[in-house]
Nanobody, 122 residues
Framework: VQLQASGGGLVQAGGSLRLSCAAS????????VGWFRRAPGKERAIVAA????????YYADSVKGRFTISRDNAKSTVYLQMNSLKPEDTAVYYC????????????????WGQGTQVTVSS
């Protein structure tokens, strides 16, 4: 499966953005998906994850209550709604997919999209 992330941009602190991860290729509904980010000088870290059906989700502590991951399998797209953004959310955001019915909360994904830059100004 090929992944295309989009929706990044520049936003003021407190603002919102919605990232999209569009998939093409194989049946997307059989894939677990995760959103990751890499901030300057830091390692890539998981932000949120969702299982194939969308009924199981995971969030990093730093984004709980502010970010929401969801998916529309009919559109082969996973979304990351980001609210109450903070300067520390500034990073390149990546989506990744893995052929499994389970939710995956590690870096153990086989398919990665290109990143989309999110910059939050103070």
């Amino acid at each position: 499966v090929q992944l295309q992330a989009s929706g990044g941009g520049l936003v003021q602190a407190g603002g919102s953005l919605r990232l999209s991860c569009a998939a093409s290729g194989r049946t997307f509904s059989t894939y677990a998906v995760g959103w990751f980010r890499r901030a300057p000088g830091k390692e890539r870290a998981i932000v949120a994850a969702i299982n194939w059906s969308g009924d199981s989700t995971y969030y990093a502590d730093s984004v709980k209550g502010r970010f929401t991951i969801s998916r529309d399998n009919a559109k082969s797209t996973v979304y990351l709604q980001m609210n109450s953004l903070k300067p520390e959310d500034t990073a390149v955001y990546y989506c990744a997919a893995r052929l499994t019915t389970l939710i995956v909360t590690t870096l153990n994904y086989g398919n990665w999209g290109q990143g989309t830059q999110v910059t939050v100004s103070s």
